[in-house]
């Protein structure tokens, strides 16, 4: 079991800047992935990035790529998700999620309770 706990978010002007923070405890992450998603009001939830635990390789989608930033601290358990350049189509709950990839598949085994990011015109 993993416990996720998301926090950070907030109301931020476009151009702004947040920082979000996904805390982990439970059992250790290994050769798990974080990920974030996002899910904006009457919208799928929709990947954002996600870091290797081990070696902190990341990967972004396109539409965050350059203002998105995403890394962990393994000494505290935890994931940030540093947004730059914000936009008002960022706005969204984020989650974070455990992820791992199975035959090809990415299974997300735990989730957060999310954190609202609002981007303000």
């Known amino acids: 079991q993993v416990q996720l706990v998301e926090s950070g978010g907030g109301l931020v002007q476009a151009g702004g800047s947040l920082r979000l923070t996904c805390a982990a405890s439970?059992?250790?992450?290994?050769?798990?992935?974080i990920a974030w998603f996002r899910q904006a009001p009457g919208k799928e939830r929709d990947f954002v990035t996600r870091i290797r635990w081990s070696t902190g390789n990341a990967f972004y989608v396109d539409s965050v790529r350059g203002r998105f930033t995403i890394s962990r601290d393994k000494a505290k358990s935890t994931v940030y998700l540093d947004m730059n350049n914000l936009k008002s189509e960022d706005t969204a709950v984020y989650y974070c999620?455990?992820?791992?990839?199975?035959?090809?598949?990415?299974?997300?085994?735990?989730w957060g309770q999310g954190t609202q990011v609002t981007v303000s015109e």
């Open positions: 439970g059992r250790t992450l290994g050769d798990y992935h």
């Open positions: 999620a455990v992820a791992r990839e199975s035959n090809g598949l990415w299974q997300y085994d735990y």
